[in-house]
T-cell receptor
Framework: GNSVTQMEGPVTLSEEAFLTINCTYT??????LFWYVQYPGEGLQLLLK?????DKGSNKGFEATYRKETTSFHLEKGSVQVSDSAVYFC???????????FGKGTRLHILP | DTAVSQTPKYLVTQMGNDKSIKCEQN?????MYWYKQDSKKFLKIMFS???????INETVPNRFSPKSPDKAHLNLHINSLELGDSAVYFC????????????FGPGTRLTVL
């Protein structure tokens, strides 16, 4: 079945450091891929998405490229801020039903 | 102008009780969802409805019964609450199914004592 695997957290970085959160997936066909972010005490918000191979999603300085050859969708940001501290979820949909499969989430702490 | 709202935000109750969580969206979306997030932040879909019709029911115990009186509302009723039901429950909505963006409510933290 479909699944998403993302790196275990927590990830702790200093402000302005480079961020990578790894995400790989298993799916049949051509899924759509997402990163959602959950700030403390809030619901999830879509951060970015990509719907086909080689697409790059980007938002708020974050980027992720849909790599079909490596079945990956790693999240990157060049210079993180304290306000980026949150839990990040990689997710996929195989576009055949209404279901989104979420990874287990990666908690990110940014130190000032 | 909250897009997806849930009530209550916190719910503390005894084992064996019956409780409901309400969800409303003012985005005009056709599809609504319920998710359960456990203490380790693992997020799993429970149900989805499209225009008041049940689309997804993910091996959830039949103590959980969603009800959609209209396409703007999807309520979750839980009978005979158990300790393992303690979690944060999120409602979400989207215009159509994936890959359309899902908009999440703020969550309801349920604690069963």
């Amino acid at each position: 079945g479909n699944s998403v695997t993302q790196m275990e957290g927590p990830v702790t970085l200093s402000e302005e450091a480079f961020l990578t959160i790894n995400c790989t997936y298993t799916a049949t066909g051509y899924p759509s891929l997402f990163w959602y972010v959950q700030y403390p005490g809030e619901g999830l918000q879509l951060l970015l998405k990509a719907t086909k191979a080689d697409d790059k999603g980007s938002n708020k300085g974050f980027e992720a490229t849909y790599r079909k050859e490596t079945t990956s969708f790693h999240l990157e940001k060049g210079s993180v801020q304290v306000s980026d501290s949150a839990v990040y979820f990689c997710a996929l949909s195989d576009n055949r039903d209404d279901k989104i499969i979420f990874g287990k989430g990666t908690r990110l702490h940014i130190l000032p | 102008d909250t897009a997806v709202s849930q009530t209550p935000k916190y719910l503390v109750t005894q084992m064996g009780n019956d409780k409901s969580i309400k969800c409303e969206q003012n985005l005009g979306h056709d599809t609504m969802y319920w998710y359960k997030q456990d203490s380790k932040k693992f997020l799993k879909i429970m149900f989805s409805y499209n225009n008041k019709e049940l689309i997804i029911n993910e091996t959830v115990p039949n103590r959980f019964s969603p009800k959609s009186p209209d396409k703007a509302h999807l309520n979750l009723h839980i009978n005979s609450l158990e300790l393992g039901d303690s979690a944060v429950y999120f409602c979400a909505s989207s215009q159509v199914g994936p890959p359309d963006t899902q908009y999440f409510g703020p969550g309801t933290r349920l604690t069963v004592l």
